[in-house]
């Protein structure tokens, strides 16, 4: 019995959602998504998108609630954005963007530079006494984690003193240094 995938999904208003053979498209007012899929009907009823499987075997029962997860942050992504924060910890590290380029210090002998997809706005917001955050915002909810995962990647948390570059709200499991 899956939990997930029966939960027929809620049309907000200004979202159009089109099935054409094994491609599902999402239109709203942030941009435009399109999935392919296999092995499940997708319905779009009454304002509701339902997905069902032909069958319960372990095949169809796997795709029939990774489906609706991938539809479900599509609507939601189109409605209203996904939105991920990345916090910045540790002395002299500091962010700023000019339009797509992300320009990071933490620690390097040079600043990072990246060139973030034009999909993802970057927002970098620096507060005196607060650390650095980098705010990135898109319609595509794997876009966006895929960019802030590359960005943590460049230096991730260490559980002595939690300097790197970490989520906003993120808890570090942190260890106690040596003791004299």
């Known amino acids: 019995m899956s939990r997930i995938g029966n939960n027929p999904i809620a049309i907000p208003d200004g979202v159009t959602v089109n099935v054409n053979e094994n491609i599902i498209t999402v ?12 092995e499940v009907e997708i319905k779009v009823e009454d ?8 069958s319960d075997s372990k095949a169809h029962r796997t795709k029939h609630g990774l489906y609706r997860s991938l539809v479900n ?61 980098v705010k990135l915002t898109s319609h595509d909810k794997q876009l966006v ?10 230096r991730k948390p260490e559980p002595y ?13 942190r260890k106690a240094g040596k003791s004299a």
Do not use: C
């Open 47 to 54: 304002g509701n998108v339902s997905i069902a499987r032909p």
């Open 73 to 133: 942050n599509m609507v939601k992504g189109v409605a209203t954005g996904w939105t991920k924060e990345l916090e910045l910890v540790g002395v002299g590290y500091r962010a700023s963007n000019q339009g797509q380029k992300l320009d990071i210090a933490i620690g390097f002998s040079h600043n990072i530079v990246m060139e973030v997809a034009p999909e993802v706005k970057v927002e970098t917001i620096s507060e005196k006494g607060k650390n650095p955050v």
């Open 27 to 38: 239109k709203g007012k942030l941009g435009e998504l399109s999935q392919e899929f296999s």
């Open 145 to 154: 984690g895929q960019v802030a995962a590359k960005i943590r990647g460049f």
């Open 161 to 173: 003193k939690g300097k790197g570059i970490k989520f906003v709200g993120e808890q570090l499991r």
